[in-house]
């Protein structure tokens, strides 16, 4: 959990003792961050929950297992003295199994894995600042929990950084790496230990991003990207860098209070739906596939122009097929726009969910059609498919968290409505 900035100034643990209680901050270099009041019903349960489970597994180890509020002093160096500790953070569960780690004041130095479950007051505070203090001190296991998604994000150190994350659905077994007890040994965690909860987030919790007056706008690589450029330049932003060219996923622009995420295409409104980026670009299909929840969607961009349509191999007569009342297997990323759309025609379907390249299916004989994004036709037509029927027209549409419009429209709204101004 974290939020807004207290203020400007630089502050060390030894500052933060003498704060009331009643009030609880995070200090993170220094900055200090106010913490929301006390979290959901859902987020305790969750925690206490994926705690309980890890303090099973740790029976007859060493290992200790922690809920919030505890303090973890993240030291650069752990023989600091208090004041010269800037970074003090309250994960909502943790385990440390190095017991001169523990005082009674607090844990000296990194957990061996640290726990947060977010909520929407917190995403972006655990998502990009909490997770930059945990790989820099060293923790072991960053689990992330996103629990109206219920997927799982995993940080793994390499002893030297976070790579890649390893993201799974909160169901089934999730190997706990670090428990002591052998190399590779550990425990699982039993996600499915929440079937029966309702997960949904009931914090009604404000945005309150770790700066107020700092945007952060999800972009995915590509055509999305490229075409976004001279929109953002109309608004007087432009990134520092070609994330083509780069391999970092934050990137600063010529504005000191915007900064760009890059992200999955698909992941765009994930990001802005929880705060973790205020707004973001995503294309008409990636949206409806969202479902739009939490996201407000003043523009379409008119960038990013393709078709939504169904195409099958040439030598299909697709339409004496639907005549018939055949059922037809139908591959596709697409699953919701699939559905209504056939589900409107009154045709009979099996949607096969797959993640790329489906003009293959038809060819390798997993479907009878397939239903894909198509601009030039040419990857049909070099797969021998053609378009049978076309669904929607696609566009990619600006989309704010609307938290967030409220909480920073000073700063939000001359940027919507200079992009507006400069759609073609
Ligand atoms: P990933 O490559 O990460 O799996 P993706 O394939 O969905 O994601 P892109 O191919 O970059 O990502 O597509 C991003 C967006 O661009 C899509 O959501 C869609 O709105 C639009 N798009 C996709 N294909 C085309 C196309 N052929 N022409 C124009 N726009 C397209
Ligand atoms: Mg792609």
Do not use: W, Y
């Given at each position: 959990m974290g939020y807004a900035l207290r203020d400007e100034h630089y502050y060390t643990y030894a500052d933060y003792c003498t704060w009331p209680e009643d009030v609880r901050y995070e200090l993170i270099d220094g900055a200090a961050f106010m913490m929301a009041p006390a979290p959901s019903v859902n987020h305790q349960t969750m925690a206490f929950e994926i705690g309980r489970q890890i303090r099973n597994l740790l029976e007859g180890h060493p290992g200790r297992v922690l809920l919030a509020p505890v303090d973890v002093l993240l030291a650069?160096?752990?023989?600091?003295?208090d004041d010269a500790v800037d970074t003090v953070v309250q994960p909502d569960a943790l385990v440390v199994?190095?017991?001169?780690?523990?005082?009674q004041r607090g844990i000296r130095g990194a957990p061996d894995w640290v726990l947060e479950v977010i909520s929407p007051a917190s995403a972006s505070h655990d998502q990009i600042i909490k997770l930059a203090a945990y790989e820099r001190a060293g923790v072991r296991e960053y689990w992330l929990i996103h629990p109206t998604d219920r997927v799982l994000t995993i940080y793994r150190y390499d002893g030297n950084a976070y790579g890649r994350p390893q993201i799974v659905a909160l169901v089934g077994e999730t190997p706990i790496?670090?428990?002591?007890?052998g190399e590779r040994s550990m425990g699982t965690y039993r996600g499915?230990?929440?079937?029966?909860?309702?997960?949904?987030?009931?914090?009604?919790?404000?945005?309150?991003?770790?700066?107020?007056n700092q945007i952060t706008i999800a972009l995915s690589k590509g055509r999305i990207f490229e075409e976004t450029l001279p929109l953002l330049a109309a608004a007087g932003i432009v990134p520092a860098e070609d994330p083509e060219k780069s391999r970092k996923l934050i990137i600063g622009t010529n504005r000191d209070d915007v900064r760009v995420v890059i992200v999955r295409a698909s992941d765009v409104p994930t990001y802005v739906q929880y705060g973790a980026a205020d707004m973001g670009i995503a294309g008409k299909d990636v949206l409806i596939e969202h479902g739009g929840a939490g996201l407000y969607q003043p523009l379409d961009l008119n960038i990013a122009k393709c078709r939504m349509c169904v195409a099958a191999p040439a030598g299909f007569d697709y339409a004496a097929a639907v005549r018939r009342g055949a059922r037809l297997r139908i591959a596709t990323k697409y699953i919701t726009t699939a559905r209504e759309h056939f589900a409107a025609k009154g045709v009979h379907v099996d949607l096969i969910k797959l993640y790329g390249s489906m003009e293959l299916a038809p060819l390798a004989g997993l479907a009878e059609a397939i239903v894909d994004l198509v601009s030039s036709g040419s990857t049909l037509k070099a797969n021998n498919?053609?378009?049978?029927?076309e669904i929607m027209n696609i566009s990619s549409r600006l989309v704010v968290n609307q938290a967030s419009l409220k909480m920073k429209r000073e700063v939000l709204q001359p940027v919507i409505d200079a992009i507006g101004g400069a759609i073609q």
């Open positions: 650069r160096d752990d023989s600091a003295n199994c190095d017991p001169h780690k523990v005082t790496d670090v428990l002591p007890g499915q230990a929440f079937g029966g909860l309702n997960t949904a987030i009931s914090d009604g919790g404000k945005v309150k991003s770790a700066a107020m498919l053609v378009e049978v029927e």
